[in-house]
């Protein structure tokens, strides 16, 4: 935990504020009907104009309250992805997304806020959209049902847009009853807390450290665990790599279990 823990809980509040109207710029932007879309680096690799306002309205607001925002006192440090599950937004896939800010301390993610924009939207016109989930180890996690997937059932969830021979194969030695494919690393990570999925295996590079800091803190928070393939645990500190070059293993129980059954093959092609 960090040194102050009245500094987290003010952040951590202020993130739950700010993830709040997010959502709705999310929304405000889909409504419009220009989602204003560019490549980054390539066609699975999209932004639009709500990551865009997003990331500029919770950039200004911490910055405001918290001048140092990058650290903040001793080496804490936030990690915001403004619109996770990009791609399925662009189509559509308006469940799968959500808008991420982690907290970290000493390299250690600590605290995590995920902000679902479009919870509920298909539960009819009157509903009320979007919810915010929050946690902090030593604290739990709320705004959710916690639940488990029931005994001796394994459901691997995993990506829908960047799949690979190397994350099926990793898939098929978990031996699964069945395999969930969606997008955005936060929605897979509330999927496994609500008891819809046992394991989120990702057999590949492409998660950045902004993809894993809140969920991760989130998962852990209500015991759980998310590691890299090789069952080592992310440094969130500044000077880090931003990519996750070494996949994730994520699950609220057992967690060795689908770690053991990891192919040596797959771990020599993923190098931490």
């Known amino acids: 935990m960090a040194s102050n823990p009245s500094v987290l809980m003010r952040l951590v509040a202020s993130a739950f504020s700010v993830a709040n109207k997010a959502g709705v710029i999310v929304r405000k932007v889909m409504a419009g009907g220009d989602l204003g879309i560019v490549e980054k680096s390539g066609a699975n690799d999209l932004q639009t104009k709500a990551d865009r306002l997003v990331q ?23 990690w ?5 599950g990009t791609k399925e937004y662009t189509e559509g896939l308006l469940d799968h997304v959500t808008v991420l800010i982690g907290i970290a301390y000493e390299g250690k993610a600590i605290a995590g806020v995920i902000n679902q924009p479009y919870y509920n939207y298909e539960a ?8 915010t989930i929050w946690g902090v180890l ?3 996690a709320f705004g959710f049902e916690l639940k488990e997937v029931p005994a001796g059932k394994h459901i691997i969830i995993t990506t829908r847009s960047h799949s690979s021979k190397l994350v099926n194969d990793c898939i098929s030695a978990m031996n699964p009853d069945s395999v969930v494919r969606v997008g955005g690393a936060g929605n897979k990570i509330i999927q496994l807390v609500e008891g819809k999925a046992s394991a989120y295996v990702f057999a590949s590079p492409g998660c950045k450290k902004w993809d894993t800091c809140a969920p991760e803190a989130i998962l852990h ?3 759980g665990k998310l590691t890299d393939i090789h069952g080592n645990f992310f440094q969130y ?6 990519m996750n070059s070494a ?11 689908y770690a053991s059954r990891i192919p040596d093959t797959v771990k020599q092609a993923l190098v931490p």
């Open 138 to 140: 030593g604290l739990g």
């Open 124 to 131: 009819g016109a009157d509903t009320v959209l979007g919810r």
């Open 247 to 257: 996949g994730v293993l994520a699950a609220l129980k057992n967690h060795d279990y």
């Open 237 to 242: 500190n500044k000077e880090v790599k931003h």
């Open 80 to 84: 915001v992805d403004p619109l996770d």
């Open 56 to 78: 500029m309205s919770i950039c200004s607001s911490l910055a405001r309250k918290f001048p140092k925002l990058t650290i903040i006192g001793e080496e804490l440090v936030v």
């Open 221 to 223: 928070a209500v015991g």
